[in-house]
């Protein structure tokens, strides 16, 4: 038998190191080839790490939210053959070699020293051992202690008070609550102080660090709108009616990409990436527009790519295609990276308005908030209007807050007449 090293490979372009995400064997696991070992995350994707021959796991190369260099030992295997790995050499028992003298045994190893018994300690006094005092006698205790005893149910007469005068403290409380079963079985309420400890790997390492180092380095600006959508709204609907089972169903973000990229076309510094290292403007003429979109491990952006040169319907297929990857787990490294702005959008969750963090070095975003029926006054009286909040933040290093006003009053004047978003300049 030998014994087989398979090392982290190299998982994408230009990717120095990854972070063990998940282990799906352990030592002892037989595994056949192309058998998967791990998951890894790099700085953009999730990737399986298979087996190249088949053996028995005798070690992993490090614990899970771990990160392992490219061509470091991930797993080694146990496998018929030599295998890969040279076999380490044996260490010596200096006590077994040739010529040597074992070391006298001192009196106290050969016979075994019999323990002394300790005195027994005075047992400390149930908190719950009955009355402590008498039935008529009230019980001495602060205003917090006997509240916090009224809406357990516990009758302080029935505990044991360790301060003067037997007052009772709120630890004799807890020390009545960890020896009473009758506190829980009367159905009164015990503090609970479990304290579970959740490793951050993974994913949601990654969106901590990225939002981490946005917030530390991106001077935020967030400027929050209201938009009428009542006709849009009836266009969308007329449309999804019209089209049903033949075209994808269109929410409002591809309507959006569109005024974006309209409103860009005025405005191309919104469309752009800050190297606050070496103090450069990237400005794009393609629009990739990211979609933050919620995955069962977390948030990610997927991209789609030249909405400029998308229609209305293919803009939505394509953005219902990198959404339904990215929440599937198979998006590919290219279709989550290289978005120029980003869209954020909780839905129906939305809220009234929120403060989105730029994706960096992106210098603006834009986070689409619930859509509600409001009352809104015409001039002569309140009608019923479908009203939304745009909240977009900008990056107010590259970004003034004049043109993020501007920008966003292009997109809500073409989101109010929806027939703009389709008139060619």
């Known amino acids: 038998m030998g014994a087989y090293t398979v090392k982290l490979p190299d998982v994408g372009e230009g990717v120095a190191e990854a972070e063990v995400t998940e282990w799906h064997v352990e030592v002892g696991t037989i595994v056949q080839e192309d058998d998967i070992l791990a998951t890894v995350m790099t700085d953009k994707a999730a990737v399986e790490i298979p087996t190249p021959v088949a053996g028995t796991v005798r070690s992993l190369g490090g614990e899970v939210g771990e990160i392992l260099s490219v061509g470091a030992p991930l797993v080694t295997l146990e496998v018929d053959g030599d295998g890969n790995t040279a076999p380490e050499p044996e260490a010596k028992d200096a006590d077994t070699e040739p010529g040597a003298t074992p070391a006298p045994q001192r009196k106290s190893e050969t016979k075994a020293e019999k323990p002394q018994p300790k005195p027994p300690s005075k047992p400390a006094p149930a908190a719950s051992a009955g009355p402590a005092r008498g039935e008529h006698d009230r019980p001495v205790a602060a205003p917090s202690v006997r509240r916090r005893a009224k809406e357990a149910g516990v009758d302080l007469r029935q505990v044991r008070g360790s301060g003067p005068a037997s007052r009772i403290t709120h630890e004799d409380l807890d020390l009545w609550f960890a020896g009473s079963t009758d506190a829980r079985s009367g159905g009164g309420r015990v503090a609970n102080t479990a304290v579970e400890e959740i490793k951050v790997v993974g994913l949601r390492r990654r969106i901590a660090e990225r939002m981490a180092a946005a917030n530390a380095h991106v001077a935020h600006i967030t400027y929050v709108d209201e938009i009428d959508m009542t006709e849009l709204e009836r266009l969308r609907e007329t449309l999804n009616k019209e089209h049903a089972g033949e075209r994808p169903k269109l929410t409002i973000l591809p309507f959006l990409m569109r005024a974006m990229v309209n409103a860009i076309a005025k405005q191309p510094a919104m469309n752009a990436h800050y190297d606050d290292d070496a103090g450069v403007i990237h400005q794009y003429g393609g629009v990739h527009i990211g979609i933050a979109t919620q995955t069962p491990g977390g948030l990610t952006v997927p991209v789609v790519r030249h909405v400029e040169a998308r229609g209305l319907w293919d803009g939505a297929s394509e953005l219902s295609r990198v959404a339904d990857a990215?929440?599937?787990?198979?998006?590919?490294?290219?279709?989550?990276?290289?978005?120029?702005?980003?869209?954020?959008?909780?839905?129906?969750?939305?809220?009234?308005?929120?403060?989105?963090?730029?994706?960096?070095?992106?210098?603006?975003?834009?986070?689409?908030?619930?859509?509600?029926?409001?009352?809104?006054?015409?001039?002569?009286?309140?009608?019923?209007?479908?009203?939304?909040?745009?909240?977009?933040?900008?990056?107010?290093?590259v970004i003034d807050g004049w043109d993020a006003a501007v920008f966003v009053q292009a997109i809500r004047r073409q989101l109010e007449n929806p027939a703009t978003l389709f008139v060619e300049d």
Do not use: C, Y
């Not at 954020?344 to 403060?355: M, P, Y």
């Open 326 to 397: 990215a929440r599937t787990g198979s998006a590919s490294r290219d279709e989550l990276s290289g978005s120029t702005i980003t869209i954020t959008s909780l839905g129906a969750l939305g809220g009234i308005a929120t403060t989105p963090i730029i994706n960096r070095p992106e210098v603006a975003i834009v986070g689409v908030n619930k859509m509600q029926m409001r009352p809104v006054w015409d001039g002569t009286q309140f009608v019923p209007r479908r009203m939304m909040n745009l909240s977009s933040s900008f990056d107010h290093r």
